[in-house]
């Protein structure tokens, strides 16, 4: 397809009509943007060339009719790439293509009204689901409002817009999250039945450390310092559209020293030893990561199989079935039970903020004031 052309409008004044090829819009419809140049054919074919590189690069912009899809694309490309993370990336295109520009797309930008925005979000709640079975969770919505938020504080700061309409309008309120985990109990039987699985390593490093499913598979061995007894967090492995993919973790307050008991020690010095003979077994056909978790032919884990395994190991022995991610949380309360004080766990577990820890586990703090009430009534006496 001809991507540009170029037309004589008047010799007189030497003035050529350049028409560039846009994308289409959502519907399919054609779309064009045409300029005017003076000069001979020679400057006219350079201005072509310049705005189709422009066009390919993402700098070319018809703010004019934009429509709020295009701008979602644009955002994406020169805001999101250069200052997210590839699987935040990934989670925002499929929210866009999945929900927002099928509904909102098609309204172009300077003229999306908050009442626009409120029916969106009501719409989802009843109907949103792609499979027409049911309305997305409130959850669901809140992100699908955080991303246009987002997406239109930066156009305001483009210069796009005059101000960002989804300061209008509210979002549903989600239910408070509660944190599943654990007792004591079903921790120690999770240890004693996963200890002839797989995945057994990952499962003990998140129940002595707390990590993240993706800081767990993403362990490098560089990373474990068996002689001062911690875990350094400083990556993450991660499913992309272009496969598993070694990251940075998910904020810089996630990159973090985490100290570790003897026993946990001792199993992992066991475990790089058992490493060590496969690879020698098994030669050429060993998969080298140098990675902490991963099958015995050094093959890593894709996170999403990982969970499903996890899943199956909790079903077969009469567990709660709880994510991988509650490993953390269990870890979270058994530090809480110990007494260690929440700004403690909160640098273990890499949160933002301290408050995130308080929220996710003031259940558990007010059960231990409870038990701090009750010793005084050991300790003094009144008649």
Known sequence: MNRGNITLVSKEKKSWKVRIELPKEINGKRKQKSYTVYGNRKDAEIFLTEKLRELDTGLLVDTKKMTFGEYLDYWLKEYCYNNLSINTIEGYEQYINKHIKSSLGNIQLDKLKPLQLQSFYSEKLENGKINGKGGLSKQTVRTLHRIIHGALTQAVKWQLVV?????????????????????????????????????????????????????????????????????????????????????????????????????????????????????????????????????????????????????????????????????????????VKLGIQPKVISERLGHSNIGITMDLYSHLYEEVDREVADVFDTLIKIN
């Open 163 to 335: 101000r960002n309409v989804a300061d209008c309008v509210e979002p549903p309120k989600p239910k408070k999250y509660e944190a599943k985990f654990l007792n004591d109990e079903q921790t120690n039987l999770l240890i004693e039945k996963a200890k002839n699985s797989d995945i057994y390593i990952p499962i003990i490093i998140a129940i002595y450390t707390g990590m993240r499913r993706g800081e767990v598979l993403g362990l490098s061995w560089q990373n474990v310092n068996f002689d001062k007894k911690y875990i350094r967090v400083v990556q993450e492995l991660s499913c992309t559209k272009q496969g598993l993919k070694i990251l940075p973790p998910k904020t810089n307050k996630s990159i973090r020293n985490i100290a570790i008991p003897d026993t946990l020690v001792k199993i992992l010095k066991k475990h790089k030893a058992e490493q060590m003979k496969n690879k020698l077994l098994l030669g050429e056909e060993y998969q080298n990561f140098d990675m902490v978790c991963t099958y015995p032919n050094g093959k890593l884990f894709y996170p999403k199989r990982f969970s499903a395994k996890f899943n199956e190991l909790l079903n077969k022995n009469g567990l709660p079935v709880i994510r991988f991610h509650d490993l953390r949380h269990s870890h979270a309360s058994l530090l």
